[in-house]
């Protein structure tokens, strides 16, 4: 089981960018796929974004494709979810997935672990 960590997360004006992060305990080949999701209370976890660890095909969720980028850096295990133009139904605390089993990109229970997640909220 890989450990993840996040972190980058914090309260934005609309408009402004946060970075999260996502390191992760060992290196993550399982299922060459990270993801970041985000849950909002009283709401299913959603799916944002998602990354392959070998060749870099990345996906997006339509809400925040050419406002967000996802990326890695292999040689430190770690995952990035750069997020501009921040609305605030962005508000959500952020959750990095790992160990990818299959499936659709987007659905949560295709991933085995998880971290803990950082707060995000954007205010008006």
């Known amino acids: 089981q890989v450990q993840l960590v996040e972190s980058g997360g914090g309260s934005v004006q609309a408009g402004g960018s946060l970075r999260l992060s996502c390191a992760a305990s060992?290196?993550?080949?399982?299922?060459?796929?990270m993801a970041w999701f985000r849950q909002t209370p009283g709401k299913e976890r959603e799916a944002v974004a998602a990354?392959?660890?070998?060749?870099?095909?990345?996906y997006y969720i339509d809400s925040v494709k050419g406002r967000f980028t996802v990326s890695r850096d292999n040689a430190k295990n770690t995952v990035y979810l750069q997020m501009n133009s921040l609305k605030p139904e962005d508000t959500a605390m952020y959750y990095c997935?790992?160990?990818?089993?299959?499936?659709?990109?987007?659905?949560?229970?295709?991933?085995?672990?998880w971290g803990q997640g950082t707060q995000v909220t954007v205010s008006s």
């Open positions: 990354i392959a660890i070998l060749g870099g095909g990345k």
């Open positions: 997935a790992a160990d990818y089993r299959g499936g659709v990109w987007s659905g949560p229970s295709n991933y085995r672990d």
């Open positions: 060992r290196y993550t080949y399982s299922g060459n796929l």
